[in-house]
């Protein structure tokens, strides 16, 4: 992923924040805004005869130092590419990423809804940790949040 892929990514991110279950944004933010709010290691795009059809990406949990090994995770397929196993190649290769890069545990925060994304982080070998009810809202509707996460079996043992 480059920074001239914004325009891809930018719109399959919009896509995902249509369908109600993807995130808790309700707008797209500048690139900058988003540069800065994701590792810059572990930017995967995943291409198609030069056509972007989904991204991952990691954020930081925190900026405690003991924390460095951990991130965030978003996935974004496009709508046209979805149930395509676009998905498990970005989650393929940004946990390879991961570990080369010395993470030891990568987190998610999936919407109940949004049983693909959950299918996703299961068979990619995430585990289910536990759920915040009521934790945020997305238009004025309380959400809960499905906490996934997956510990290296490379990195920190």
Same mark, same amino acid.
């Given at each position: 992923m480059?920074g001239s892929?914004? @325009?891809?990514i930018s719109?399959i991110?919009? =896509?995902?924040?249509a369908?109600? $279950? /993807?995130t $808790?944004?309700? =707008?797209i933010p500048n690139? =900058?805004?988003?540069?800065?709010a ?5 930017r995967i795009? /995943?291409?198609e +005869?030069? +056509? ?5 990406a990691?954020s930081? &949990?925190s @900026?405690r130092? &003991?924390y460095?090994g951990?991130?965030?995770v @978003?996935?974004?397929?496009?709508k046209? /590419? %979805?149930g395509?196993?676009v998905?498990k190649h970005?989650?393929?290769a940004l946990?390879?990423k991961?570990?080369k890069?010395?993470? *030891?545990?990568?987190? #998610?925060g999936?919407?109940?809804? +949004?049983?693909?994304s ?7 070998g $995430? ?5 915040r009810?009521? &934790?945020g809202?997305l +238009? =004025?509707? *309380? ?7 997956r %510990? #290296?079996?490379?990195v920190?043992?």
């Amino acid at each position: 992923m480059i920074g001239s892929d914004w @325009s891809a990514i930018s719109r399959i991110y919009a =896509e995902g924040i249509a369908t109600g $279950f /993807a995130t $808790f944004e309700t =707008e797209i933010p500048n690139y =900058e805004t988003w540069d800065t709010a994701h590792m810059e290691t572990c930017r995967i795009v /995943a291409l198609e +005869n030069k +056509n972007i059809l989904g991204w991952a990406a990691l954020s930081p &949990v925190s @900026s405690r130092c &003991v924390y460095g090994g951990v991130g965030e995770v @978003s996935v974004y397929v496009g709508k046209e /590419a %979805r149930g395509q196993g676009v998905g498990k190649h970005l989650m393929k290769a940004l946990i390879d990423k991961s570990e080369k890069d010395g993470l *030891w545990t990568l987190q #998610s925060g999936i919407f109940p809804e +949004n049983k693909g994304s959950i299918k996703l982080h299961e068979q990619m070998g $995430f585990r289910y940790i536990g759920k915040r009810e009521r &934790v945020g809202k997305l +238009n =004025e509707v *309380w959400k809960d949040n499905l906490l996934f996460e997956r %510990r #290296s079996e490379v990195v920190g043992v």
